[in-house]
């Protein structure tokens, strides 16, 4: 199992975050990824405006993800959570959780979003992949019959 977890290091008090990494689970630990990340929601001083690490509350694109805020634009980097006018793929993650996520992403109220994939979005963009995912699950259990 690979997630994404910032790796972070301090210097004189200030975080710096320095590369975005896939790593393994540590042997024993029965922690996820987003419950780690919990633990270190910060924002960083980015000389006059402030950017927000969010950990997503649920399993969504993958266990893990993150968004980056900026409260005072009211722009949110969704990463892999918002595909816009692409295909979305979930390999590592969960659609009704990444539903979910859709609905977090909102309580934001942003402005602009800026996808992980494609030009960028409003909220409206949201909602549309919102429905691919309602139609797409509808499809699957369909099969199930």
């Given at each position: ?64 993800d ?31 959780g ?12 942003p ?35």
């Amino acid at each position: 199992m690979h997630e994404k977890l910032l790796r972070l290091c301090f210097f004189a008090e200030r975080c710096v975050i320095l590369e975005v990494n896939k790593i393994r689970q540590p042997p024993g630990c029965s922690k996820g990824v987003n419950e780690i990340m919990k633990e270190y929601a910060f924002g960083i001083d980015l000389g006059g405006t402030t950017a927000e690490i969010h950990p997503v509350p649920t399993t969504a694109h993958t266990d893990g993800d993150l968004v980056v805020w900026l409260p005072d634009h009211g722009v949110l980097f969704t990463g892999d959570l918002l595909f816009n006018g692409v295909t979305p793929l979930s390999l590592h993650g969960d659609i009704t959780g990444w539903l979910d996520a859709l609905d977090w992403l909102k309580t934001f109220q942003p402005r602009h979003l800026v996808p992980g994939h494609g030009p960028l979005s409003t909220t409206d963009d949201l909602d549309v992949l919102a429905d691919y995912f309602r139609w797409l699950l509808d499809a699957v259990h369909d099969t199930d019959d």
